[in-house]
């Protein structure tokens, strides 16, 4: 069984031994850990995530008289602090089903974790390709026509409105009043 404990910087231990009280509170916030459809969804999106664990261990930052905030910025405070933290929550969740004798929700958490490990590392690979630097490539290039031709509209009637000035003016001049017939 891996670490079900995580220390923040300032070296407090946040432990993510679940148990039936944080299960119900879970679940009343929009968290159901009996969901196996749940997890992945919730892994792949960090935001949730950090939610979830905001939640999961609300006793434990009320009683260190932290807000939510607060909390949540600890979960995120240095890169790869969210990874190891989301880490020590599936053996917390893991612990959790295996003390209930739920041995494949277990492994179900544990294909989840794995499920979005590989998911995260695809999603960086499609970012890193070829096909998005074209793509942002292309997308420059229309940014720099578009603003070009903005530049070209802006210039035409400033020279248009100078030149109509001009000839206005002479033909002002040129045109006789109605005294003059």
């Known amino acids: 069984m891996g670490l079900i404990q995580w220390k923040d910087k300032q070296g407090r ?3 993510f031994r679940l148990n ?12 159901d850990i009996g969901d196996p459809k749940s997890f992945q969804k919730v892994l792949n999106d960090s935001l949730g995530c ?4 905001a939640e999961a261990m609300r006793p434990q930052w009320e009683q260190a008289n932290l807000t939510y905030e607060q909390f949540a910025d600890l979960i995120i405070e240095d890169v790869g602090t969210l990874k190891a933290v989301q880490d020590c929550f599936i053996e917390g969740l893991r612990d959790f089903f295996l003390r209930l004798d739920e ?3 277990a492994k179900i958490v544990e294909k989840a974790k794995a499920a979005t490990s590989a998911s995260k590392l695809a999603m960086t690979a499609r970012a890193d390709s070829q096909a998005i630097n074209g793509l942002i490539e292309k997308a420059l290039a229309k940014e720099e026509s578009d603003f070009q031709r903005l530049l070209a509209e802006e210039e035409a009637k400033l020279s248009g409105a100078t030149l109509q000035n001009v ?3 002479s033909e002002a001049t040129q045109t006789p009043g109605p005294s003059e017939t």
Request: aromatic share 8%; charged share 25%.
């Open 13 to 15: 231990a946040w432990s």
């Open 50 to 53: 950090v939610e979830l664990i």
């Open 20 to 31: 039936i009280g944080d299960t119900k509170r879970l679940k009343d916030a929009g968290f």
């Open 103 to 105: 041995n494949a929700m």
């Open 167 to 169: 000839a206005g003016s």
